[in-house]
């Protein structure tokens, strides 16, 4: 029964990342993109790791509409509809790929794995939110800020405004000078 | 075909209608709204939900191709309506659902049925319209620019926008035939993503000599005929309530925009005047009163003075003087005052009582003027505040024949 | 104590799930007949049911050049959003599935809402349903993270992810007493992610029905089921999350888990009538500025409350 799932879910999650670049359209690719993070995640979830599995799924929902969003917003021919060839160096890229492909299948299939010690937790999920609050504590909180001043470096990169040209050269105009009207406090 | 046959029955107990609004027919559009409110039917939003096409009043040669394309858009079972008077609506319908119920559905044959147009007023198919050729694309490898894509389109051009992207140019025109939209308006709109970057407004199909409902007394008045101040005050505020139901229910306010709807057939069909006042006072002050509405509509489609002025603008649109939250306030304000008239039988005083987009004495009928500020405000607004606009001025084209003396057409 | 049933049940849940959404149903054609002035009859509450078959027998249709694989797919994957989500909800002391992180698993599932009416907007290659799939993105950006927090403030509440032992933790104090805006902003963000009512801006009339505008027949009816199966699924959620589950004398469990779950469906379907619609580039930011401050701050709130009693009060 158990490998009946494995079977199904791995060759689809292979099936489905390939079809990404085999797809014309931006839209289809993305979401091919999204079935292989979809069966990866299934594949957690049968490994016993029931939080992570449903949280890849949750996660990775949600980024690839927004990725579709981006897609479709920056390429031309989103929709595929005009046959055009979208794959670049194409000899260097297959070179480099298998390259690839084979050290690290050389490396799995050759790395003497260590045998288990212990059994797995009765509880994967409090035993992972114990490992997060105590010894991984530092790891969190590194991550953490790491990822909030990505997003935040990221924003005040993009934007060509700045708090000037919202607020008046005085820093006093209410409400802000924005091409589109917010909601809060108007 | 016989289970086909049994829900095809069953379906035609509650047909959806989709209702044409032609310029000249809007006696017969609020006598065919109040029927459907009456039956329970809900009226379609779009052809794809359609059983019955219901074309309200006559259609002229300019605006019958939009009414064929959004037929071919109706999927089967369906029945077409061509009402031209507000008398024959419950018998049309009436017809229209024994003809659905007999349970015969015609369907399309299978070649005809592939391609079946989009929903934005039938002037246009899907999202295709009129695009124009892609300019330079110097990284894909094609010489050729007479490629052929699917349906004959071609590639949408790019263009600027507020934010600096570059996104597809979509020409989008909207009407003639949109549910919750001024008979007879089309308005094509170029937008990128859902923000319009460029608008321009016309109106098709209006016929010669035909007046409009809502400034009837006025006509009639100018004419030398007695009309009473009870009566125009009546016509005045069915005809705020008309807009002001179109308006709050493409703000989405169902309820409200019933409850409008309501109290402009009871105002028409002659409620007497103390508890149709006080119900429309209520209305106009529940309306004026919703923050949400207001927040969501404040800062939209701002009409300074003075550019109305230039352009001509009379009326609540311009006594309103601001943005969308203005001018609907300033229709509740009006309704309220108007409610103190319902019954009074002295004479018609244009000057006193203006007609209710404006005075008809000016160089141009009160629309025309509303046409004519309409690209420059919709210019650069997303597309719900684009509709909001338009339902905020609700310019009414059937006033621009009757005021047109040298006989030629907008 | 909340049993798992065995496997056959989780066919169960999709038809107990129709059974309520029709419920629902019935009770907005009530309150339609009650705004349209309409006198109240049998009638009224058979004909709305005349949908069903309306929309079977009509024809479906296509536009030009069409992406169908992914609308069909689009479609589809909204009432099955839906049904999945509900797999996890206790019916009084039985739930189809027991699964230790129930909570997590009902906000991936309702998630692929969004995967699924994007590509219902994408598909038909026509401008308004593209402009509708896209409003669901924006408005999923405002209420997903609230939605998180509040289910995060029930779960830390109880002290499990697992929906069923969430149920079993208000024995003495439901979580909807001592936990108000975190049940305030759940309701907000099931319309939000059935988009009905004030949150219905995808499939609004301004649109001609946004995402429902190229569809007829089947398809149709696929999409508006799969909205109030949504609403119904939200619905049912919100009993074992802070309604107590199956508690409460006299009756059985099952049937209080049945009554509660009626009465937060017919809140919702009176609530939808009697707000204006919101649109997205107005709530977007009051939902990053205002309300997932709040969120944040109620799960503060229940994080200290149960530090400090080592447990639940």
Redesign the interface.
Known sequence: MTSVVFWVLAPLAVASGVMVFRFNSMARATFALLISFLAAGGLLIWLGLAYLGTVVILMMVMEMVIMAVFMI?YM??PAG??P??MVHNRRGSLAISVAAFALLAAGIVVTPWPHRMGAPPRDATFALGAALMGPQMLTMITLGFTLFATMVGAVVLAT?RGRYDRFGDDLKRRPPAD???G?VG? | MGV?G???R???????VLVAAMPGGAAVRLAAEAQL??R?WPAA??P??A?VLLVAGAAAADIAAAVETTWA?V???RVRALVASPGEVAAALDAAQAELAAGA?R??PAGD????????GGAA????GSHEAHGTGSH???GDMD?E???G?S?AE?GED????K?DR?H?PLGPV???WSAGLVVRLV?Q??VVQHAEAAAVGLMEGAGSFWTEPWRRAAAGEPVTTGVAARRRAAAHLDSLARF?????????S?TAC?LRDDALAGRPAPSLGLAVRRLAARVAR?R??A??T??AGTLPPDEAAAAGVTGPARRAGGDVTARYRCWCRELSGLTAAFDDGSRLDPAVLEPPRGRLDGGQAPSASLLAVLPRLLA?S???VA??IVASLDPDLDELPARVETGHDH | MITSAPLWSVLVVPVLLAAFTAIGALADALL??R????RLSMG?LV??L??V?????????????PDSLVWRLGLATVPVAGVLAAVVIPFGQVTASRMSVGVVWFNAMEVLTWAGLWMAGWG????????GG??FVAQGLAYELPLMFALISAAAGAQSLDVAGIAEAQGRLWFVVWMPAAFAIYLASVYAFSFLG?F??PA??????GV??????PD?LVLQAGRWLLLTAGAAMAVPLFLGGGAGPLLPAWAWSAVKTVAVLLLLVWGR???????A??YAELAWVVLIPLAIAQALAVALVVLMTGGTP
């Open positions: 917003a031309m021919n509809l005009m055009m060839s060509h091409p589109a009207r909601g108007q | 086909t049994l829900l095809v069953a379906g035609a107990m509650r047909p959806h409110r009456r329970g939003l779009s794809a939900d059983d858009a999927p089967a079972p559905p369907w399309l049925a592939a391609v079946l147009p989009g929903a934005n198919s899907g999202a295709g894909h490898d094609m490629m894509m699917p349906g389109l590639m790019r507020r934010d600096g992207l996104l979509l989008v949109l549910p919750d937008l993503g859902d709050l229910a493409l703000a989405g306010w169902d309820d409200a019933t309501e919703s949400v509405l927040w969501s404040r800062g650069g997303e597309f719900a509709r909001l | 339609a007949a705004a349209d002035a309409r009224v004909v709305p005349a949908e078959p309306r929309l079977l027998a009509a024809q479906r249709r296509t536009t030009l050049a038909p290659n026509a401008a308004l349903s593209l402009v896209y409003r004030p219905g801006y609004g009339r301004d649109l001609a029905g429902l505008a190229e569809l007829s027949g149709r009538r009697r707000l204006p619609l919101i649109r580039d107005r």
